[in-house]
Each structure stands twice: as structure tokens, then as C-alpha cells.
């Protein structure tokens, strides 16, 4: 029950920080990456003040504690071959991001303040993650 | 169409978001991608479900209580229709693979100091830009 709450509020304030920054507007999220047109260097500001402060607090409970509060381990990422999926997908990733203007985190909390068409791209987006993921589960031809 | 440059709020709502991730980190021990907690919605049998949930649960309740108190945030589309549906797929498929976002690769994973992270946003920021450039200015003479 704990987990649950601390999730629900990383979430609430993750949730808030996204509104307030403009990063759930996608109008505001593509003028970043438009310095030739109708430049917003916002994008900048957020996305320093939200490495900096993780960069920060990270060093800190890792420097603090073997475990977290709530749980017996840190569980991070334990992959490390930078690998084409990786860079296939992430390129793939901007280009859907380019063309909408909404990524993952900024759409989620986008469907609390402007469900339309938040929807729509969340539903499509749900589409890829299944067609993704059924791909990645069909058996593959053994090379020997 | 025209953004207001917005440095305070900008950088206030990305220090939020900050310690969004930090908090679910020394409590649950857990990087903040969104990616990731989508899983929660799709895998409702997995442990990790609920507290995922949890997570998603409070990133859309925060605005949507913040709306209801009158707060104004700033949302235009230019996107829209088809053209957003296919961004919508292209994304989904693109973070299932890249294992991750603009919030796990992008925030976390930097701050952690991931080399796969580094490479996943300079890769995902690049193609941003070329396919927001192509689209806005590739057509022009």
C-alpha cells in the first residue's frame, strides 16, 4: 500500500510539473524544435530544471542508502549494448514525436486538462506499443 | 502558430517533474519513464501493475484537479486527425523498442549518467528536429 501511495504522489507532482511546464502542449513542445520558424526555447528550461533536479536527488539517495524506502532494492536498468533497436526506435520515436508534437509523458498528463485529442494520440500511441510488442513476441528463425 | 517563451514556468515545471522522478526513486527504488508505466495498463497482471497505475492515476489527476481550481494551461494541436493518429502509432512503436522516452531516457536515464540513455535522446532529439523542419520548411522553395 505504501508503493501505491508514493507512486500516486511522484505521479501527481510529475503530473502538475508537465502542465505547468508546456510540455503537454504540443504547439509549444514543436516550436522548440523549430528554430527556423516560430522559435520556443522553453522546452530548454524544463528539461534543465527536471535533469538537474533528478541528477541531484539521485546522487543523493544513492549516495545515502543501499535501499529504498518502500522496497529492498533500487531497481534500475541493467542493460548496456547500445544496440540498433535502440537507436532504430528512438529515431522512430522522434519522428512520431515530430509529426504530433506529444510524447509519452507529456500526453498522459495532457488527457487532464485537454482530453481532446489527447485521446486520440494516446489510443494510436496504445496501437503501436501492441503492434511493437506482439513483433517482438513472435518466434524467431534460429540462426545457427 | 506562436508560443509565448515561458522560462519561469518552464523551468519550474521541469524542476516538478524533477522531483517527481526523485521521490519515486527513494521510495519505490524506481525510474519515472513513461514508457514503462503504460506497462501497468497493459501488463494488469504484472506485480508492478498496481503501483504503476498509481503513478499514471495521479500524473492525469494533477491537472485535471488543477483545471478544475481554475488553473489555465497553455494546449494547442497543430496536429490533427489522421496525421495525428500516425504520429501516435509511430511513437508507440518507436518507445517500445527504444525501451523508453523522453521522461525515462531523456530525464532519468541522463541523470543517471546511461550511455544508452545519452544515445537514445541525442538520437530521438535529432530526428525531432528533422522531421519538425521537414515538415515546416521542406516544401519551401
Avoid at chain 2, 54 to 73: C, N
Avoid at chain 2, 108 to 114: D, E, F, I, P
Amino acid at each position: 500500500m505504501n508503493r501505491i501511495l508514493s507512486a500516486l504522489a511522484a505521479g501527481l507532482i510529475f503530473g502538475l510539473g508537465i502542465a505547468i511546464s508546456g510540455m503537454g502542449n504540443p504547439a509549444k513542445v514543436l516550436n522548440f524544435f523549430d528554430p527556423l520558424g516560430t522559435w520556443d526555447p522553453s522546452l530548454a528550461f524544463v528539461m534543465g530544471g527536471a535533469l538537474t533536479t533528478a541528477a541531484i536527488g539521485y546522487r543523493v539517495i544513492f549516495g545515502r542508502r543501499q535501499t529504498p524506502l518502500f522496497d529492498t532494492k533500487f531497481h534500475l536498468p541493467t542493460a548496456r549494448t547500445i544496440d540498433a533497436k535502440l537507436v532504430g526506435g528512438s529515431a522512430l520515436f522522434g519522428v512520431g514525436w515530430g509529426i504530433s508534437g506529444f510524447c509519452p509523458g507529456g500526453a498522459i498528463p495532457a488527457l487532464g486538462f485537454a482530453p481532446w485529442p489527447t485521446a486520440l494520440f494516446l489510443i494510436s500511441m496504445g496501437g503501436g506499443i501492441l503492434l511493437a510488442r506482439w513483433q517482438q513476441a513472435l518466434p524467431r528463425p534460429k540462426i545457427a | 502558430m506562436i508560443t509565448d517563451f515561458t522560462p519561469y514556468s518552464s523551468l519550474f515545471g521541469g524542476v516538478l517533474i524533477g522531483l517527481g522522478a526523485v521521490i519515486l526513486m527513494a521510495f519505490n527504488g524506481r525510474i519515472a519513464g513513461m514508457t514503462a508505466m503504460l506497462g501497468g495498463v497493459l501488463e494488469p497482471k504484472s506485480p508492478d501493475s498496481p503501483w504503476r497505475l498509481a503513478f499514471l492515476a495521479g500524473a492525469i489527476t494533477a491537472p485535471l484537479i488543477a483545471t478544475l481550481l481554475r488553473a489555465k494551461f497553455s494546449f494547442a494541436s497543430p496536429t490533427t486527425g489522421p496525421l495525428l493518429a500516425l504520429g501516435g502509432l509511430i511513437v508507440g512503436i518507436g518507445v517500445t523498442y527504444g525501451s523508453g522516452c523522453t521522461s525515462g531516457h531523456g530525464v532519468c536515464g541522463l541523470a543517471r549518467l546511461s550511455p544508452r540513455s545519452l544515445v537514445a535522446t541525442l538520437t530521438f532529439m535529432a530526428t525531432t528536429f528533422a522531421t519538425v523542419t521537414l515538415i515546416r520548411h521542406g516544401f519551401e522553395g
